[in-house]
Nanobody, 122 residues
Framework: VQLVESGGGLVQIGGSLTLSCAVSGLSSEDYVLGWFRQAPGKEREGITCFSRRHGTTYYSDSVEGRATVQTDNSKDTVSLQLTGLAPDDSATYYC????????????????WGKGTLVTVSS
């Protein structure tokens, strides 16, 4: 199983970006993909969960209204668009998968990508 994030970089305050997570090697299409982030010195934060089978999406309060999760036609890539970026959004962003919704909500994931760094600055 391989999860590869891309799309990170330096973004101006108030800007937007789209992170992508390419998923390969899973034996089932029935999985839940979560986006998580961790800033230096802070705990990891779960910001979204997306059920590929049901299309259900959860957004944390910290990104609600600013985040959109989408899949491409093949559903092998799950993207996270974030708008209205602020310095507090600076972190390494990770995608991860699990088989059950509640596990994603708890951050109990089975496979993780290596992360992509997002820096928000003026």
């Amino acid at each position: 199983v391989q999860l590869v994030e891309s799309g990170g970089g330096l973004v101006q305050i108030g800007g937007s970006l789209t992170l992508s997570c390419a998923v390969s090697g899973l034996s089932s299409e029935d999985y839940v993909l979560g986006w998580f982030r961790q800033a230096p010195g802070k705990e990891r934060e779960g910001i979204t969960c997306f059920s590929r089978r049901h299309g259900t999406t959860y957004y944390s309060d910290s990104v609600e209204g600013r985040a959109t999760v989408q899949t491409d036609n093949s559903k092998d890539t799950v993207s996270l668009q974030l708008t209205g970026l602020a310095p507090d959004d600076s972190a390494t962003y990770y995608c991860a998968t699990t088989d059950l919704w509640y596990r994603c909500r708890r951050g109990n994931m089975g496979y993780w990508g290596k992360g992509t760094l997002v820096t928000v600055s003026s």
